[in-house]
C-alpha cells in the first residue's frame, strides 16, 4: 500500500520529489475543523507554521508516524503530544541558515547606513545629505546570542566585514568553530554592554522568553543596534519600544514579533527597521527546505 501524505499549507509538492509508493493530498488552506476530519487517513503531515498540529490533532490521527515541517520552528506542534504517541517530528533547519544570516546582516547595514529613511527622503523629492551620515560595520563589535548554525553563519559574515565577534551560548562551543569566526565566548550580561550590534540566535524557551528586558536594553550602549531574526517572544517589546522612544539604543530591525503582524505601537518606535517575518523567504531556502523535508520523509519510510 502506498504511504499517505497530507501536505497542509502552501508547498511546491513536486519539489518534495517523493517517490511513487506515496500518496500525496494538497490541501494548502485546509482548515483545523478539515484537519481534524482528514488526519487519521494518513501516515505523514508536512505543515508550515500556518496549521497547528495541536494534541486533539495528533489525537485523531490513529495512522500517523511522522509529522514533517519544512524549515525552521516547531511552536505549531505539540511535540509532547507526538512523542507520547511515538510519532517523529522532522524539520529542515539547515536550509534557511544563509538566507537568514544574510537577512540579518542586511537589517544591520540598513540601519547602519539609515537606508529605509534615506529612500523614502529621496523618494519625496528631498537631498539630505548631511542628516543620514551613517557608521561602518568595520571595527564595530558583533554581539551574537546563540551560536548554533544561524548565529555562526552571522558570525562568518561579519569577520569578512572586519567586525570583531563576542559570543554567547548555553553550551559550549568548540575552539575551532570560535576561531574560525574570530569570537570572543562572554557572559550574557557583558555580551550586551559590550556590543555595537547585538543580534539573538536563540530558540524560544521559558529561560529566552523575554530575553532583552528593560535591564538588559539598559545595559546597552546609546550607540547599540538589535537586530532579532529568531523568535519575537524574545524580547519584551514594551520595553523595546520605551528604550528607542527615550534613545537608550540608537535602532533596532526585526523580522520576528510578540504578536505578528506587529502593534501599531510596536510599528510607531522611532530608529524601527521591521520586516514581515522573511528572514527564510528566499527561492534558494524554500526549495532547499521542501527538497531536503521529502528526503528525511522517503528515509523514514525506507523499509529498516
Given amino acids: 500500500m502506498p504511504h499517505k501524505v497530507l501536505v497542509c499549507d502552501t ?11 506515496f500518496e500525496v493530498d494538497y490541501f494548502p488552506k485546509i482548515t483545523p475543523e478539515e484537519l481534524l476530519e482528514r488526519v487519521q487517513n494518513y501516515d505523514a503531515v508536512v505543515v508550515r507554521s500556518r496549521t497547528k498540529v495541536t494534541a ?34 522532522v524539520n529542515s533547519p539547515e536550509a534557511l541558515v544563509e538566507a537568514v544570516a544574510e537577512h540579518v546582516l542586511g537589517l544591520m547595514l540598513a540601519m547602519a547606513r539609515n537606508i529605509p529613511a534615506a529612500d523614502s527622503s529621496t ?7 548631511d542628516r543620514f551620515v551613517g557608521v561602518e560595520l568595520r571595527g564595530r563589535t558583533l554581539g551574537i546570542a546563540g551560536l548554533g548554525r544561524i548565529g555562526r553563519r552571522v558570525g562568518e559574515l561579519a569577520k569578512a566585514f572586519g567586525m570583531p ?9 568548540s575552539k575551532d568553530v570560535l576561531a574560525s569566526i574570530g569570537c570572543t565566548m562572554v557572559d550574557l550580561d557583558t555580551l550586551f554592554a559590550s556590543s555595537d550590534f547585538v543580534t539573538l540566535h536563540v530558540p524560544l524557551s521559558p529561560e ?13 550602549r546609546r550607540s547599540a543596534y538589535l537586530v532579532n531574526a529568531s523568535r519575537g517572544e524574545v524580547i519584551d517589546e514594551t520595553a523595546l519600544i520605551a528604550a528607542l522612544r527615550d534613545g537608550t539604543i540608537a535602532g533596532a530591525g526585526l523580522d520576528v514579533f510578540e504578536t505578528e503582524p506587529p502593534s501599531r505601537e510596536m510599528l510607531a518606535a522611532p530608529n524601527l527597521i521591521a ?3 522573511i528572514a527564510g523567504q528566499t527561492k534558494d531556502a524554500q526549495k532547499m527546505a521542501i527538497t531536503i523535508t521529502g528526503k528525511k520523509i522517503a528515509g523514514f519510510f525506507e523499509p529498516k
Fill in 275 to 277: 520586516t514581515p517575518h
Fill in 11 to 21: 508547498v511546491d509538492v513536486a519539489s518534495l520529489g517523493l517517490p511513487p509508493d
Fill in 123 to 129: 523618494r519625496s523629492g528631498e537631498w539630505q545629505k
Fill in 56 to 89: 486533539e490533532v495528533i489525537a485523531r490521527a490513529t495512522k500517523l508516524k511522522l509529522i514533517a515541517r519544512p524549515g525552521t520552528g516547531l511552536d505549531n506542534v505539540d511535540l509532547r503530544a507526538a512523542n507520547s504517541r511515538g510519532i517523529e517530528v
Fill in 165 to 173: 565577534v563576542l559570543g554567547y551560548d548555553v553550551v559550549e562551543i
Fill in 208 to 220: 529566552t522568553t523575554h530575553l532583552v528586558d528593560s535591564r538588559r536594553l539598559a545595559s546597552m
